[in-house]
Every structure is written in structure tokens, then in C-alpha cells.
């Protein structure tokens, strides 16, 4: 299929690629990284054919709003997201990079993911009804589906290469990293998260979970990393219509999911194309996010 308006590999041939992931291309820039969000869009893991209009702009805006909004509680990688304030090398692809690059600090990058859950949904709520806990954090009996927890609880994950994401315990992040790290990382984890979903309520939305990934300076500093609470890295459930008690449908990816469950697609790949359709509703749903949260629209 042919797709205007998208961009699915970026051709910066003069930059030098650190790695290329599934949404995000990162660049070396010697002190710093620039991080470019594709249009890519991933379900169940695999990447699909299309892209999707504006995902990268709204990844990236989504995360520099963040970034704001958290500065008065942690130290991030955030620099610019301001082409035309990125190095010479960089400006000669504005047209490419305007609206979804991030100029970072390039940091040593924790090996854990560190996944905060306010309520119960996925992995999460797998594990509770197989054990009755969650990363080793024991929760009440008798909790349903999408219900809330008494309170939000760390359940850090390994940062696997290839495959799923395995969630472990904080013994495990602890045996690794030392038990001071690994206590910054969880109670930095769980103070954004309490400040990032009392903002997301303020707005008509509940930040279900969300995964951050924190590095280090070179002189040792702990800072928030990568992109931050966007539909990617969060779930996001619009308060109207939350019922525990069954799955909520995601704010985003919910109409590319229910196609290719209903087209009974085994989830190997290669990936089926996706109808325009449901290309141009996903788009409109990631707007959508952006202009639920922040209060503005991207394109205004
Ligand atoms: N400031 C940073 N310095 C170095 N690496 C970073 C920084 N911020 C994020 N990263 C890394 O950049 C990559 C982001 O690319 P992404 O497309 O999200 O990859 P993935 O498919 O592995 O999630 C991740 O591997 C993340 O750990
Ligand atoms: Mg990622």
C-alpha cells in the first residue's frame, strides 16, 4: 500500500545509527543522541506494514510535555526537541526530523524496565490470577480485572533484546544493582507516576501503568529516559466508560487489535496490511491522546 504522509525509515545517511528499534531510531551525537519516532506502529510485537500519520509527532510531543511538566520532580535526558537548535549535522534534515526528534543526553541506560501499575491489566493481571501477586508484591484476594490497587506498586521487567519483556522481582533489581539503586529506581519510578496520573485525572484519563527507563550521567546522576508516559509506553483509559471487572479497550492500538483478531491473524509474522481504515482511525486515536492530555491539539 501506498502511504503519503508517513514515515516509516528514516534516510539520514551522514548521521551515525546507535540502534534502530521498533518505533525509534537513536543517533549518536557524541555526548548527546538524537531520538527519532518513526510512524512505525508495533502489535503484538510485531511491527506492521503501515504506518501510521502523526504517531511519531505525538510520541515525541507527548513525551517533551512530560518532560516538562516533570521537571520539577526529577532530573530527565530532555535537551530539545527544536531542530533548528540541534547541531549542523542534524538541521540539514529538518524537514524529516521537524516534530518528532528529541535532542538527549546520552546516559548509561539501567538494564531494568521500570513498569509502575496503578491498576490491573496484562502481564499484571496474568500473573495476580496465577499467583495472587505481582513481582513478588503480594495483593489482596478477590481482585477483578482493570480494578485499582491500593496503591501503585513497582514490578520492575527485564529489558529483553528479542522476545517478551519477563517481569522480576525488586530482589532481582536489587541482586544486580545494589539495594540503594535499586530503591532510587522505585521510589523515583513511583513519584512520577503518582504525579503524572493526578495530572492524567485532571484531564478525563486513567494512567493504568506505564514503563520508564532512567540512565546515568556520566558523573553518576539518575535521570528519567527515553520517551515518557505516552500511549506506547502507558496505558491510558478514558475515565468515562472504565468498568472494571473485564479488559478496557486501549486508548490507541484497540481498533488495529480488534482487526487483526478479527481477521485471526496468529500474531507471527509476517503482519497482514492494514485496511486504510483503520490506519486513519488509529491516527485519529493518537491525536486524540495528545489533545485529551495536554489540553491542545498537535496540529494547531
Ligand atoms: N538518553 C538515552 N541514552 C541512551 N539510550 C537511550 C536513552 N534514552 C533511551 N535510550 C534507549 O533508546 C532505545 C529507544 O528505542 P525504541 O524504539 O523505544 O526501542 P525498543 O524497541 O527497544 O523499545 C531503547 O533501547 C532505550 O533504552
Ligand atoms: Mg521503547
Known amino acids: 500500500m501506498d502511504q503519503k504522509n508517513v514515515l516509516l525509515k528514516p534516510e539520514l545517511p551522514s548521521l ?18 538524537l531520538m527519532v519516532a518513526t510512524d512505525r506502529l508495533s502489535a503484538f510485537d510485531v511491527v506492521l506494514p503501515q504506518g501510521i500519520p502523526d504517531k511519531g509527532a505525538v510520541l515525541t510531543g507527548l513525551s517533551v510535555f512530560w518532560f516538562g511538566l516533570l521537571r520539577d520532580v526529577v532530573g530527565t535526558h530532555f535537551v530539545t526537541a527544536d531542530v533548528a537548535k540541534m547541531p549542523g549535522d542534524v538541521q540539514k534534515y529538518a524537514s524529516v526530523l521537524r516534530g518528532r526528534s528529541m535532542l538527549v543526553r546520552k546516559l548509561a541506560i539501567v538494564p531494568f524496565e521500570c513498569v509502575v501499575r496503578g491498576y490491573l491489566a496484562g502481564s499484571g493481571w496474568s ?11 503480594r ?26 519483556d519477563e517481569n522480576v522481582t525488586f530482589e532481582t533489581v536489587k541482586e544486580n544493582l545494589g539495594a540503594e539503586m535499586a530503591t532510587r529506581l522505585r521510589d523515583l519510578s513511583l513519584k512520577v507516576y503518582l504525579k503524572a496520573a493526578d495530572y492524567a ?18 558523573k553518576g546522576e539518575l535521570v528519567l529516559a527515553d520517551e515518557v508516559l505516552t500511549p506506547d509506553s502507558s496505558r491510558f483509559w478514558p475515565v468515562d466508560g472504565y468498568a472494571p471487572g473485564k479488559a478496557q479497550p486501549s486508548f490507541d492500538k484497540q481498533f488495529v487489535r480488534d482487526y487483526l483478531i478479527s481477521i485471526k491473524w496468529n500474531k507471527q509474522p509476517p503482519p497482514p496490511d ?13 491525536l486524540e491522546a495528545y489533545k485529551r492530555l495536554t489540553g491542545k491539539a498537535l496540529k494547531d
Open 16 to 33: 551515525k545509527l546507535l540502534g534502530r528499534g521498533k518505533v525509534r531510531e537513536n543517533y549518536d551525537l557524541g555526548d548527546h543522541m
Open 127 to 137: 500473573d495476580y490470577t496465577r499467583t495472587g501477586s505481582i513481582s513478588g508484591i
Open 139 to 164: 495483593l489482596p484476594a478477590g481482585l477483578r480485572e482493570s480494578d485499582k490497587l491500593p496503591e501503585p506498586v513497582f514490578t520492575p521487567s527485564t529489558k529483553a533484546t528479542v522476545g517478551h
Open 201 to 218: 485525572r485532571s484531564r478525563g484519563i486513567i494512567l493504568c501503568d506505564t514503563k520508564f527507563e532512567w540512565g546515568q550521567t556520566p
Open 274 to 286: 492494514l485496511p486504510a481504515e483503520i490506519v486513519a482511525k488509529t491516527s485519529e486515536r493518537y
